[in-house]
């Protein structure tokens, strides 16, 4: 398949003149971001979550700015993502495919140079079927099931793994590591539960890096760091912690252009099942953006966009690609059609869309949609230089 993407012989003219919204991605933000949480985590080592194309945003251009900030530990969760990762980052990264693998891609998984993270004896044992064959031990990493039941050995697994060594005399061990589900919420005693029962269990395999945390966890204390942490959405910009104003720099926004200005009177409908009726008259605007573009139809009626301080609230239900928002509060003539009104930005976070349309960041930033123009902002290539020594140094 031709990796290049499709170029019509409109490509050229394929500007954000013609675009019918824009999404602006904040790379350098993002790799403040990194270091901010590095640099919290300290010295444990801080990777990166780049699932889901960077929750959204695009791995192809994000991975490589990590990396160049001086992450080596790569996280995405299927193998194919890794498999499309592995030839844009430098040798000194590592790829670890949190999902392990589909039955029979073992050696496809090996010859990417990836890491699988075994999480089921199933999933062991082939990686250490392959790994008996070569001459060269394959480097794994194990999840450990510390109480979320999602992925990950469970301790009688556990137990069984240390009582046949045979199993793991073939790998280079890696990672050992857990995921915490109630991170996001400091108080939950499942933190401290999950933390005790991890490090319990990590015992009983041989020694390696201890990785548990995610963004949240990182802010549940050192305790929690142990030898490497694993953000994704706290890179992004979403807020780690629900109790404290947001520390993070805000990475993503989103304009959408104003396509058509109307005057309704009291009584006109706005939009598809006439969830919405004007009770006095109304001026208001259709905007080039809808749920094909993950602007999600739970925002009808609920959401809104900016315009400069002034909130406009979406009315009506959102269509396919369009939305309608209120804006008899701008002075007449101040929003003309070809504008365009802030989605995400200043006035309006990731999080707080996601509040509006009951749902949590992480749905919002990986639903952001492929017809979005999209540009990126890295004003500072870092020197190259710079993380060789870092490298040599290490
Ligand atoms: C997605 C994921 C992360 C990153 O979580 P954030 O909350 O986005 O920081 C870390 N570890 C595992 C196992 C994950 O699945």
């Not at 259709?286 to 406009?312: E, P, Q």
Request: glycine share 8%.
């Amino acid at each position: 398949m031709n990796s290049e993407p499709q170029r019509s012989r409109f490509s050229d003219v394929i500007t954000n003149d013609t675009a019918g919204a824009i999404l602006t991605i904040d790379v350098d933000a993002i790799c403040e971001n990194y270091r901010m949480l590095e640099a919290k985590a300290c010295p444990a080592a801080c990777g990166a979550v780049v699932k889901a194309d960077a929750y959204g945003l695009g791995a192809a251009k994000i991975a490589p700015a990590l990396a160049a900030a001086g992450c080596r530990q790569f996280f995405v969760a299927h193998l194919e993502e890794g498999m499309a990762l592995a030839g844009l980052l430098p040798e000194q990264a590592h790829i670890f495919v949190l999902n392990g693998l589909p039955p029979g891609t073992e050696a496809l998984c090996a010859e990417a140079g990836l890491i699988p993270v075994l999480n089921s004896l199933e999933q062991l044992r082939a990686w250490s079927a392959l790994a008996a064959q070569g001459r060269s031990r394959l480097p794994a990493a194990i999840q450990i099931d510390s109480g979320m039941s999602r992925l990950g050995l469970s301790p009688e697994e556990v137990e069984h793994v240390a009582g046949t060594p045979a199993l793991l005399a073939h790998f280079d061990l890696r990672l050992v590591m857990s995921h915490l589900a109630c991170a996001d919420e400091p108080n939950n005693t499942a933190n401290a539960d999950q933390l005790a029962s991890f490090l319990r269990l990590q015992r009983l395999l041989p020694a390696a890096p201890l990785s548990l945390a995610n963004s949240s966890g990182i802010f549940l204390g050192a305790d929690f760091h142990l030898d490497l942490v694993r953000p994704g959405a706290a890179l992004y910009g979403l807020a780690p912690r629900a109790d404290a104003p947001n520390p993070m720099r805000p990475v993503v926004s989103l304009a959408a252009r104003v396509v058509q200005l109307r005057t309704i009177e009291r009584g006109a409908f706005v939009g598809y099942g006439a969830t919405f009726r004007a009770e006095r008259t109304m001026r208001i605007a259709t905007i080039s953006v809808g749920y094909a573009d993950g602007w999600l139809r739970s925002l009808g009626n609920a959401g809104a966009a900016w315009f400069g301080a002034t909130r406009l609230p979406i009315i009506g239900r959102v269509s396919m690609d369009s939305a309608t928002i209120d804006v008899t509060d701008l002075p007449e003539g101040a929003l003309v059609p070809g504008m365009f009104v802030e989605l995400i930005g200043p006035h309006q976070s990731a999080d707080e869309v996601a509040a509006a349309a009951g749902t949590i960041g992480y749905e919002i930033l990986t639903s952001l949609g492929q017809r979005y123009h999209r540009q990126y902002f890295a004003r500072r290539a870092e020197p190259a230089a710079a993380s060789l020594e870092k490298d040599m140094a290490a």
